[in-house]
């Protein structure tokens, strides 16, 4: 939810885009520095009015909020924390939130931070300027997000951010269109039974080919899982590098976000027993499917591809859908059904120039696992 909740238009558009020096983070502008400080648990109290203001407008669930935030970006294998810009009365008017997480570029390892749930109260849109300077790029080993709104990405263009079109989209395949459709519109439960007739005449009169399932499919657990995906990125050249305590960490706090279903865990085999893929999905009660990340050893993406859609059609899924990897889109765009649409924008701030070139020869790997959208922040507390 990084700048979604920014309400405010060419002001700061102006302020970034012109590099005005009140309103960026130097060693030499002390009213920005006395305004800008690092969050703390003191913090938490003035975090949670804002957030709910900003992306709750009449939210009542706040329960837990405070210590799940806590536990998110102040707590952990490595802490991380976030950054607060206070207005002229030192009262807290915008304020992000990261999660460390260690990179490999090439040869070289940073800590990046995924950059989450940025907040600003529009009445002190310097407030949010100061923020959105912070991150400007040249200053920056590695900051990124896949949860940019429309009216947040010019802010972080104007701070020198890259946007990556393919991730910022998600893949949608719908089995059941009839059924997808009645879901998508929150129509109760009582109306499946009407949808999966129509569903049966839409599909009598235009049968889809059903995707071949190529590999073995296997559910495993979380520990095998978070084994393999290691072994999956390892072709890209800025991949994540977690470790294995990092990498069960955040597969526990994805495991409880409920809201988007139950997160089982798959592997993919091939005829010799070799694992050449993964997958994490939520399962909802009603027959749709979120996948969180689904991985696949070089050559092997066709083949993974497939697999999965025959195996959640074989499920009796009504939808399905997940984030969108260059490597994996000619793998998903030949088949019916399967369409792609923008989610959010996905975001990088870097002063490495390799990163750059690992971005537009796509060898660069975000989203997904390496994103938010596991996050309870992102569908719980409403």
Known sequence: MVLSGVRITGNLEKMLSEQVPSAGVTDTDPVAQRHLRAMTSAD?????????????????????FSQYFRRLFL??????????????????????????????????????????SFMSDRRSPMAAAR????????????????????????????????????????????FKPVSALARRA????????????????????????VPEARLAITETDLHAFAEAVPLMLAQFAVRPD??????????????????????????????????????????????????????ALPGNENHVVETMLAFLRGLGTSEAFGPSHPHLLLALAPHRGVMFRHRSFTCVLTRFDQVKKSIHHNEIYMGG??????????????
């Not at 109290?45 to 669930?61: M, T, W, Y």
């Not at 304020?95 to 990046?112: C, E, G, S």
């Not at 959105?132 to 104007?158: E, I, N, P, Y």
Request: net charge positive.
């Open 242 to 295: 977690w470790t294995d305590a990092e990498l069960r960490w955040l597969l526990g706090l994805a495991s409880e976000n409920t809201a988007l279903g139950q997160l089982r865990f798959f592997a993919f085999h091939d005829r010799s027993g070799e694992r050449v893929g993964c997958l994490a999905a939520y399962f909802d009660g009603r027959k749709r499917v979120r996948v969180l990340d689904v991985m």
């Open 369 to 382: 696992l390496a994103g938010e959208s596991w996050s309870r922040l992102m569908t719980d507390f409403f």
């Open 186 to 209: 929150r129509l109760p439960a009582l109306f499946d039974g009407a949808a999966g007739l129509a569903d049966r005449v839409v599909t009598r009169l235009r049968p889809r080919p």
């Open 75 to 116: 707590e952990g294998p490595n802490v991380g924390g976030g950054l607060v810009s206070d207005d002229d009365q030192n009262r807290i008017a915008a304020a992000f939130a990261y999660l460390p997480v260690r990179y490999k570029i090439y040869d070289q390892t940073v800590t990046a931070k995924l950059a989450c």
């Open 131 to 174: 923020l959105v300077m912070s991150m400007r790029s040249r200053t920056q080993d590695l900051v990124f997000t896949d949860s940019v709104s429309h009216a947040g990405v010019g802010h972080l263009m104007a701070a020198g951010a890259a946007v990556l079109p393919v991730q910022s989209l998600d893949w949608i395949c719908r």
């Open 44 to 64: 938490l109290p003035h975090i949670e009015r804002l957030f709910f203001d900003v992306f709750r407008a009449g939210g009542q669930n706040r329960a837990g």
